[in-house]
Each structure stands twice: as C-alpha cells, then as structure tokens.
C-alpha cells in the first residue's frame, strides 16, 4: 500500500509564502506523474500543480507564477512551493500520485489558510 504525508501547511498571511511536502512510502519515479489538488469548503477539489516522470509541469491558471512544483526522487518528495499567497488560496491541499495505469493515490490533506 502506497502512502502519501503532506506536511508544511499553516496560517498565513496574505502575500506570504509556504512550502508543502509530501513524503511518499515508495520511490516516486515508478509513477507516472505527482501533483497537488486543493479542496476549498463548499467547492470541488481543482488541480493546482502536477510534475511528470520526466519533469514537465502544468498548473492551474490561478497558480501560474505565483506556485512551484518540484521533485526530489531520492527523497521520494514532492514540494510545491507557494509565494504570493491570497485568501482565495485557502484550502485543504492534497498530495496525489497517479501510476502508469491510471490508479491515483491521495494523502490526507494538509490545511493551508490565508489571512486577509
């Protein structure tokens, strides 16, 4: 069973910066792309971040800029570092793991507010 931690979330204020990790039990190179969603009360869980095998990236517009996903294979580490943060960026931010057949594993989530 693969497990995903996230750690690195908190209160912040806007226009700060933070760094989220997610240590995974298995060497992050057999999947075939890592990425970070956020769930915000009353909406849907949105992609903000996701890195592939081979390194290429893709965010979410609100994010371009502003957030930056990174691996350490040797760590099995996944970072997404976020400056410039807003309110509208409060959410619970999830570790995601997708395998080369399409299964995803999730972590448990990592709150991440934002004062005004």
């Known amino acids: 069973q693969v497990q995903l931690v996230e750690s690195g979330g908190g209160l912040v204020q806007a226009g700060g910066s933070l760094r989220l990790s997610c240590a995974v039990s298995?060497?992050?190179?057999?999947?075939?792309?890592m990425g970070w969603y956020r769930q915000a009360p009353g909406k849907q869980r949105e992609l903000v971040a996701q890195?592939?095998?081979?390194?290429?990236?893709n965010y979410a517009d609100f994010v371009t800029g502003r957030f930056t996903i990174s691996r350490d294979n040797d760590k099995n580490t996944v970072y997404l570092q976020m400056n410039s943060l807003k309110p509208e960026d409060t959410a619970v931010y999830y570790c995601n793991a997708e395998t080369d057949r399409g299964f995803w594993y999730w972590g448990q989530g990592t709150q991440v507010t934002v004062s005004s």
């Open positions: 890195i592939t095998r081979g390194g290429s990236t």
């Open positions: 298995r060497t992050i190179f057999g999947f075939n792309a």
